[in-house]
């Protein structure tokens, strides 16, 4: 399939198109990192119970992995900008939405449509930044992205904590979502004003049905991990979850039955024949698990088990954001020379750092409020960064030019799920250490479980690391960043691919 060229932009209007970019690439930020700090005050407020907490913060990425499938595909059929308006309009409505739910029900709900929304809106910025500047000016606008990302990962649990804590018109936590509102509006003008009109092309069409079938797997999955604690693990859990294989079952079946009669599949199924990819996408959901998970809970452990308030909770969590940040730098210029062995080296940091922790934890409630967290939390951190750059084109190592589309974009729709997962699982854990009757004591017992449960999460992934390719896929054009996964189509050959965010 080919994309129509458009005419390139001016340089100014060139960057305020990038500027609408990067604030609806701010926006999914921070809806995925707000609830570890507003959770707490969303229970207080609407009467949320741990299983609500934990579908809040799971919904927004389930939905936005059931629809990152089809996000990219429709930006290529129906034009790059008219789509990411589309999401745009979408993110901003349910962020609304959420602002104003009544009740833990209705929030889930609008998290949902954010998720949905976002899934439309997020994988059109890389295609849209290849539109807008001429290649001897792409590389710049590539290199606003990294700071960008990493400056809202860091920024964003603070911004929420102040929020939270500022109670503006005694709005309290409902203003981490409507801050979306002045952020949303300002990249529909922009993007209205700057964005170039790309048609796209509608051959092979959209695999509808394939998203509906993957996505009802993947929520038969995380529904009874979720709810079964809540609900004492009555035998209805168990067949969701054997279900939620089938579906799996069916979904592979019917991509090859598309291919067989000449359609376009939404996954490329051949990839999975590859060891390394099928080692890397296990590789995802168990990383991307363990930090999400295991940060949800030592959100909710700062602020209900140590009674820390949403800005001292959020500055306290600032310090592996920080390290994030300084770990992707250092990934950035040694990913080629080390290649495989960069995870190996975050993973091993990410162990040291959790070993720390637990012996913080181990000491009492004294020492976990105290600066000792600091130390673990920069450590963790900082071997987390340095897995986020280079994880993608090291798990893309050995595959094909044709592949790389469908490749990319399924391993953006797991990093997702796998993220669901963690929240359902390690909060399902952590919850259940709690008890009926939680105080101070019972939530470090519970976040001393959980870093031993991330500790072998850990260790699984370094393990799995040694199954991936030794070197990061080739690229061709180092100078000239190639598009999102999520926006590349089946037949573009792309050469490089985004760095992976959490």
């Known amino acids: 399939m080919e994309m129509k060229t458009a005419s390139r932009s001016p340089v100014k209007s060139a960057w305020l198109g990038l500027f609408a970019v990067l604030a609806a690439t701010v926006m999914n930020i921070l809806d995925s990192t707000i609830v570890n700090v507003a959770a707490p005050a969303i229970s207080a407020d609407l009467g949320?119970?741990?299983?609500?907490?934990?579908?809040?913060?799971?919904?927004?990425?389930?939905?936005?992995?059931?629809?990152?499938?089809?996000?990219?595909?429709?930006?290529?059929?129906?034009?790059?900008k008219r789509i990411l308006m589309i999401g745009l309009v979408g993110f901003v409505a349910a962020s609304l939405s959420c602002s104003l739910a009544w009740g833990p029900e209705a929030l889930i709900v609008s998290r949902v449509l954010q998720g949905l929304f976002g899934a439309v809106?997020?994988?059109?910025?890389?295609?849209?930044?290849?539109?807008?500047?001429?290649?001897?000016?792409?590389?710049?606008?590539?290199?606003?992205?990294?700071?960008?990302?990493?400056?809202?990962?860091?920024?964003?649990?603070?911004?929420?904590?102040?929020?939270?804590?500022?109670?503006?018109?005694?709005?309290?936590?409902r203003m981490v979502f409507a801050i979306n509102l002045p952020l949303g509006l300002f990249s529909l003008i922009a993007g209205a004003k700057a964005l170039p009109h790309v048609k796209g092309g509608r051959e092979g069409g959209l695999d509808v049905l394939g998203a509906l079938i993957a996505a009802t797997g993947?929520?038969?999955l995380v529904f009874p991990l979720v709810q079964g604690r809540e609900l004492g693990w009555p035998a209805w859990t168990v067949t969701m979850m054997i279900s939620a294989i089938l579906a799996f079952g069916i979904f592979t079946g019917y991509q090859m039955s598309r291919k067989r009669n000449g359609r376009t599949p939404l996954v490329q199924l051949s990839v999975?024949?590859?060891?390394?990819?099928?080692?890397?996408?296990?590789?995802?959901?168990?990383?991307?698990?363990?930090?999400v998970g295991f940060s949800l809970a030592v959100g909710l452990f700062l602020q209900l088990g140590l009674g820390q308030s949403p800005v001292r909770a959020s500055l306290t969590?600032?310090?592996?954001?920080?390290?994030?940040?300084f770990g992707s730098g250092f990934a950035a210029g040694m990913m080629t020379r080390l290649g495989r062995r960069i995870l190996h080296i975050g993973l091993s940091m990410m162990a040291v750092g959790l070993v720390l922790l637990y012996a913080v934890f181990s000491q009492g409630v004294a020492s976990a409020g105290g600066l000792k967290l600091v130390l673990p939390m920069v450590l963790y951190g900082i071997g987390m960064g340095m897995i986020f750059v280079p994880l993608f084109d090291i798990i893309m190592g050995d595959i094909k030019d044709r592949e790389v589309g469908s490749a990319s974009s399924m391993l953006e729709s797991i990093q997702q799920m796998g993220a669901s997962l963690g929240v359902a699982v390690l909060g399902t854990v952590f919850f259940a250490a709690?008890?009926?009757?939680?105080?101070?004591?019972?939530?470090?017992?519970?976040?001393?479980?959980?870093?031993?449960?991330a500790l072998a999460l850990t260790v699984v992934s370094l393990g799995l690391a040694f199954l991936l390719p030794r070197r990061a896929r080739a690229h061709a054009a180092p100078d000239a960043p190639a598009p999102s996964p999520t926006t590349a189509p089946e037949t573009e050959r792309a050469t490089e691919l985004e760095p992976v965010h959490a």
């Not at 992205?145 to 990493?150: A, C, D, E, S, T």
């Not at 999975?272 to 930090?291: D, E, H, L, M, N």
């Not at 969590?317 to 940040?325: L, N, P, R, V």
């Open 48 to 80: 949320a119970t741990y299983s609500d907490l934990q579908w809040i913060a799971a919904s927004y990425t389930l939905a936005l992995a059931a629809g990152l499938l089809t996000g990219g595909r429709l930006g290529d059929m129906f034009g790059r």
């Open 121 to 173: 809106m997020i994988p059109q910025g890389f295609g849209l930044i290849r539109d807008l500047f001429p290649p001897q000016q792409i590389g710049k606008a590539f290199a606003a992205l990294g700071p960008v990302i990493g400056g809202s990962t860091i920024l964003g649990p603070i911004v929420a904590g102040l929020l939270v804590d500022a109670d503006l018109l005694g709005t309290g936590w």
């Open 218 to 220: 993947m929520f038969l």
């Open 272 to 291: 999975f024949a590859k060891r390394s990819y099928t080692s890397g996408v296990v590789f995802v959901v168990v990383f991307f698990g363990s930090i």
């Open 317 to 325: 969590m600032a310090a592996w954001a920080i390290g994030a940040f």
């Open 434 to 453: 709690v008890g009926p009757r939680p105080d101070a004591q019972t939530f470090l017992g519970a976040s001393q479980q959980v870093t031993l449960i």
